[in-house]
């Protein structure tokens, strides 16, 4: 009888002690404090890469890191079996991106594509924040200048100044999902020198562009550059249209891409695409970018 | 009579000896690291909620992902983005309780056994862990190293990335928590 008393004591106590164990409160009370608190982080990750195809986006080194960036374009699908579709002939750019800042990025690049060189400037203005949704885009400037070096036969008088163009886009993204990212890019063009006095020097284009991710390391991103016709008219330029599959591992990105541009930089793909998909103008390449770190990083977070 | 008596006596007895004495920080750390032949890897948090009940000799932890900060900024995006996802798992938290001896009114290093439930990425584990617990002027200071396994936790690593990162990653807890009041 009493053996069996003490069991129950035993067991009841034994009880009391369990629910005590596993009283989840004391989460609660943490989980409460945590909602409190909570501060607004950035949104990380809108874009795999420094580009969506040939539209840089806003994903950019952060302070210390160095982006090699190879962009490479095969010839016009096309251009039939001789050329083997296109794959005999090739474009590249190669550049390298450097983070001065988090919020800073400078890059140059040298193109085989008019054996164009070019400069950017890369300013994080406004940076996406997710909870209370304080921020609800980023937005970066970005200016460009180019400057093609090939020589073109009695066109002397082509000097540095007529050879150079002048870019201004303003990035405007938002990550709207895990998965979805979306980004309009409103951009001024400026060429020193254009081919007739009907062409305009100053223009204005619009690109969108978004990605779509299939896994955390694939996406399939699609780009559209619009120029609003009457600005280039002594040539038949057509609005930049490009697809692409982004493969990401480790440091490196791997873009596959389809576009109807040939060259990868603002002031030629914008303004000076002559392919068209329709026809099956098609140039078929990849962007490989690779990350270094030069310095190392201090993470920042919103004040 | 006396014997159900006794009986209830028992077991306010036994219930009495679970009043709560909270100590409670936001300023906890965690950190982790493993060390691989191309890289190492360690991250920190410095904003760790803990709470410990001295009379119940309860614990809990959570802390977001987000706030683990890397030395590069790529591996910081690539542990959010492609690792413990912290879009769809934005905390980590842990449960449990401690054995062991502590005088809460004497300064002393006291060593404790850990035991509870791991959340990371949505998956639960069972965590049991030695750990020292410190009362220092009415502070409770918690240590504790221990390792887990991110397989264990559902978090895939591709096989292109595999021998950049360790199987074993080694985890370390620092809290000071003040008595709440």
Known sequence: ????????????????????????????????????????????????????????????????????????????LNSGSYNFFGLDNATLRLGLDYGITNRLAVGIGRSSYLKTFDSYIKYKLLRQTDGNEKMPLSVSLLGTISNYTQDIPGETYLNFTYRTAYTLQMLLARKFSTRLSVEVTPTY?????????????????????????????????????????????????????????????????????????????????????TGRWNKGDIYFGFNISRNFNVAKHKASTPK | MKKIILSVALIVVACANSYSQLYITRT?????????????????????????????????????????????????????????????????????????????????????????????HGVTKPVETPATLEVKGGKLIG????????????????????????KQVTVTVKIECNPSK
């Open chain 1, 1 to 76: 009888m009493r053996i069996k008393q003490i069991l129950l004591v035993g067991f009841l106590s034994f009880l009391f002690y369990q629910a005590n164990a596993q009283d989840s409160s004391l989460l609660n009370i943490l989980n409460d404090s945590l909602a409190a608190n909570a501060k607004p982080m950035y949104v990380t990750g809108t874009f795999k890469a420094g580009h969506i195809v040939n539209m840089q986006t806003v994903e950019q080194p952060a302070q210390g890191d160095m982006l090699f960036v190879i962009q490479h374009r095969f010839g016009q």
């Open chain 1, 189 to 273: 063009l400026h060429y020193n020198l254009v081919p007739t006095v009907n062409d305009k020097n100053d223009l204005f284009a619009v690109g969108t562009g978004a990605r779509f991710k299939l896994t955390n390391r694939t996406s399939i991103n699609a780009e559209y550059d619009y120029l609003p016709s009457g600005q280039v008219v002594s040539t038949n330029v057509y609005n930049s249209f490009s697809l692409g599959y982004d493969i990401e591992t480790g440091g490196h990105v791997f873009q596959l891409v389809f576009s109807n541009s040939q060259s990868m930089i603002e002031s030629q793909y914008l303004a000076q695409t």
């Open chain 2, 28 to 120: 906890g750390y965690i950190s982790f690291f493993s060390q691989m032949p191309l890289e190492d890897i360690k991250a920190d948090n410095n904003q760790v909620y803990a709470v410990i009940d001295a009379g119940k000799k309860n614990i809990a932890f959570t802390l977001l992902l987000k706030s683990f900060l890397f030395p590069k900024e790529l591996q910081q995006e690539h542990f959010n983005e492609n690792y413990v996802e912290s879009d769809k798992y934005p905390k980590s938290n842990f449960t449990g309780s401690y054995a062991g001896d502590v005088q809460l009114d004497k300064d002393g290093v006291y060593k404790i056994l850990v035991k509870g439930n791991l959340t990371i």
């Open chain 2, 143 to 166: 240590n504790c190293v221990f390792t887990l396994q991110p397989e264990d936790y559902n978090i895939s690593i591709p096989s292109v990335v595999r021998d950049k990162i360790a």
